[in-house]
Structures are given as structure tokens and as C-alpha cells.
């Protein structure tokens, strides 16, 4: 029986990981799903989406207009990565 939990471990896992690194938080939500699995991925689904600041190269939330670390004014167009 065991087994089960641990396939079930390690699919929340990996199901927390692509939506993380789909909202460009894939190490956070790796740590997340690690310890709470299942629970970790929905915590995950509902955490906020960031992006890259083409200026400063730091992660910051994806709905910000300024970059709270460089002040640099941003578009909305950055990349995703
Ligand atoms: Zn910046």
C-alpha cells in the first residue's frame, strides 16, 4: 500500500512543478508539493504568476507595473523567463 502514497507523492510533485513552472516559480513550488503534496499543488495553483524584470533580471509578480526592486516601468509585454 504503500507504494500508492508514494506514486501519489510523486505525481503531486510533478503536477506542482509544471504549474510552478508554468507561473515561473518552479523551485518554490517544488519545496511546496515536497512537503505537502497533494495540498502543495493546490496551494501552488493558487499562488500568483511571476515574471522576469527585463531590467534588473529579478522574479516579481506578474500583474506588476513597477518593479518593486529597480523601480523600472514595465510594459506588460516582459517574457515570461
Ligand atoms: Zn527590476
Redesign the pocket.
Known sequence: MLDIYFWSWLIALFVGGMIGSEKNRLLESLVICFFLSWIGVIIVALMRSHKV?P????S?DKEATV?P????KLDGKEEKS
Do not use: A, L
Open positions: 524584470c531590467y534588473c533580471k529579478r516579481i518593479c526592486y529597480c523601480q523600472s
